[in-house]
Structures are given as structure tokens and as C-alpha cells.
């Protein structure tokens, strides 16, 4: 299908499944801050906002789960303005309601519909000649627009309708991104039917890619979740720790452009190597336990790279599986590895500080680089 496209063509299609993608981000990026909004607006205890957001996870994870059956089946265009609202509706009716079962049921549906945005984003960028490039600018886009959105919801709306505010504004934010299925071609071309068949078994390599991915969000995630305590740790007062925190998101989009302006140049091992090498640098600030400074540049360090890889992962995905469905596969991997994650460093934490989250951290980041060896040592000895 990319390869018969104009670039102006081209880029009309990568823009608006990132667009797409973007929805399918949004449950996850704005979760804390309209879960505060929600134990503020309803009083409801910690235990139970954790619960809304596992649940949340729970629906997500279900719905990539099933994306490889059914994503090259369905009318794309169809799917987006489905699933948008589906995900807005959940939301709205979510502002309405004060019962938590209710509310359990609609973050669920929240999850999944949100959920197979995001594998249809993927799936359609899987097609483009570039697929490192592709996939950049979909990081980038999603979240430069989640970073403007996060930036207007406390003080226009959170601010003076608390929850209510929040779920309406993000169910109009929903129906605002589904304007882009106009531009979304209306499914597949060009994968032969031997691949795009539903019942046909993925490709070793993609599992194995997948469970490389997997590896190396568990400890980076895992670090992700208490960089907040690691700054605590370096006595970073809160404002400075809201400035880091906020550049934090800009930075994620400017790896993802620049992953973009790359493109394919790197090839398939150095950008791993590069990874590692700015992850590590970023760690070791971290591990210094200064100030505000050395804390700022060692977060903003590892993000920054973190987010690379992310995309230089993904994009190995894709390079595996012709037919686009392991692609989709990827947010489930991503859930998993949120899941295991946090939960492990924070063990970590608790019983051997936090030098052995950062060492997570980094044998996580350690992960493709090893298997990108392992693979070229098996080639040569099979030649």
C-alpha cells in the first residue's frame, strides 16, 4: 500500500493514525491526574482509585489481546468512529454516575475501546516504508497533544468542576481526534492472504521480539513509577520536581520526532546501542543523589532515551511480521510490562533501595542489545 503513495499521501496516513493512536494513549497519560480528580470530586479511598485504574489496565490488555484476530477484518474508518464513541460515551456517562461498580464497568470499557485505537495506529503505520519513522511520529504526535491536554485540564476544568470537568473534557478531546478516520485508509493492502489470515500462527521472531520489548519495560517502567521518590530522595522540592515532571512529557515527544528525522539510517543494531549508552548516562545521574540539577538532567536523560527505544522496539516488531499483526500485540506488552514493573522495583526498593531500581532499570535497557547479539551470532554460526 505505501510504496503506490505520494509522500504528501503518505504523510496524510501517518498523521492521522497517530491522531488515532493518540485516543487509545489518552485513559493512560491523563489516569493520575483525573483519578485524583475523581477520589477529590467522590471521596473514595486510595485502594479503590488504584482498583479503577487496574481495571482500566484490565480492559486495555483485553482488547489488544484480540486485535491480531480481528484487525485486518474490519473497516478501519468503521473502527475508529466505533471505538471514539465508545470511549467518549464511557467517559460522559462516567461524569454522570456516583456508584463505584458503575463506574468500575465504565473505566473497563474505557480501557478496551481506548485499547484498540492504539493497535489500529500501530497496524496502519506497520505498512509504511519507514517504519521507524513512522512510528516516531506517532510518539511524537500522541504526545505533544496529550502534553497540551494535561497542560488546559487542571486549571480550565478539573479546577472548577473536579471530575465532572475531567471526563466531559476528555470525551470532547475523544470525538475532536475522530475527525482523523477521514484520512485513515479503509484496511489493508498488499499483504498476501497467507499472511493476513487470522488463524495463522506469528512468527517466532515476533514472539521473541515481543518478549524482548516485554523485558525491557519492566525495569524502565519499574523506574518510572517512583523517579518521583528517587528525587524526593535527592531532597528536589515540589515545584522543582512539577518543572521536571512537565518537561518530562515535551521531551518523550521530541524523542519521538527525532526517532522520525532518523528514520531507517541507524540500521537495526546501532540504535539499541545508542539507547543503552544514553539510558546509562542518565542512570548514573540518577545514582549520584544531587540536587535538583543533577536529578532534572539524569530524568530528562533517561526519558528522553527511554522513549527512543521504545520506538527502535517497536519498529523491530514490525520488521518481523508482514502481515501487521504482532504490531498490535505491542500496547499488550506494554500493559504487561506496566504491570510486572512497578511492582518489582517497588519489592526493590523496599528491601535493597533504590540502587537496585536503577540497576533494574538498566539491565532492562541492557535486553535488545543482547538479543540483537544473539541473534547475529546464531546467523553466523547457521551460515
Not at 504526535?141 to 487542571?154: C, D, G, H, N
Not at 489470515?197 to 517466532?204: R, S
Not at 533494574?360 to 535486553?367: N, V
Amino acid at each position: 500500500m505505501a510504496n503506490s503513495l505520494s509522500g504528501r499521501a503518505l504523510l496524510a496516513i501517518i498523521l492521522a493514525a497517530s491522531i488515532a493512536s493518540t485516543i487509545g494513549g489518552l485513559p493512560f497519560n491523563s489516569l493520575p491526574v483525573v483519578l485524583g480528580s475523581m477520589a477529590d470530586t467522590f471521596g473514595l479511598p486510595p485502594d479503590t482509585i488504584g482498583m479503577m485504574g487496574s481495571v482500566c489496565f484490565t480492559g486495555y490488555l483485553a482488547g489488544t489481546l484480540g486485535a491480531p484476530f480481528w484487525i485486518n477484518r474490519i473497516d478501519w474508518r468503521t473502527l475508529t468512529i466505533v471505538s471514539a464513541g465508545a470511549t467518549a460515551s464511557a467517559f460522559a456517562l462516567s461524569a454522570t454516575v456516583v456508584r463505584v461498580d458503575i463506574l468500575y464497568l465504565l473505566w473497563a470499557l474505557i480501557g478496551f475501546f481506548a485499547s484498540t485505537m492504539t493497535c489500529l495506529g500501530m497496524r496502519i503505520l506497520s505498512d509504511q516504508p519507514d517504519k521507524v519513522r513512522a512510528l516516531g511520529v506517532r510518539l511524537g504526535v500522541e504526545l505533544s497533544i496529550t502534553a497540551a491536554v494535561l497542560f488546559a485540564l487542571p486549571p480550565l476544568l478539573i479546577a472548577s468542576w473536579r471530575y465532572t470537568g475531567a471526563a466531559l473534557g476528555l470525551a470532547g478531546v475523544v470525538l475532536l481526534l475522530a475527525v482523523s478516520a477521514l484520512w485513515l485508509p479503509r484496511g489493508p493492502r498488499g499483504v498476501p492472504a497467507s499472511n493476513a489470515a487470522p488463524g495463522a500462527a506469528l512468527p517466532m521472531a515476533s514472539w521473541a521480539s515481543l518478549a524482548v520489548f516485554f523485558l525491557f519495560l519492566v525495569g524502565n517502567v519499574g523506574l518510572w513509577a517512583f523517579l518521583e521518590r528517587i528525587g524526593a530522595a535527592s531532597q528536589v522540592a515540589p515545584a522543582g520536581m512539577g518543572m521536571v515532571f512537565a518537561v518530562l512529557k515535551l521531551l518523550g515527544g521530541v524523542a519521538g520526532f527525532a526517532v522520525a528525522f532518523a528514520g531507517e539510517r541507524l540500521g537495526r543494531r546501532l540504535p539499541f546501542l545508542l539507547v543503552l549508552a544514553g539510558s546509562t548516562a542518565g542512570l548514573a545521574l540518577l545514582a549520584s543523589g544531587g540536587g535538583l540539577v543533577t536529578f532534572a538532567l539524569g530524568a530528562w536523560t533517561w526519558e528522553f532515551f527511554f522513549t527512543c527505544g521504545c520506538v527502535f522496539q517497536t519498529a523491530a516488531i514490525a520488521h518481523t511480521d508482514r502481515s501487521g499483526r504482532a504490531i498490535v500485540l505491542v500496547p499488550a506488552a506494554f500493559a504487561l510490562g506496566s504491570m510486572v514493573g512497578p511492582g518489582l522495583a517497588g519489592y526493590l526498593l523496599a528491601d535493597a533501595g533504590i540502587a537496585a531500581v536503577l540497576g533494574l532499570a538498566f539491565a532492562s535497557s541492557l535486553a535488545p542489545v543482547l538479543a540483537t547479539a544473539w541473534r547475529r551470532s546464531s546467523r553466523a554460526i547457521a551460515a
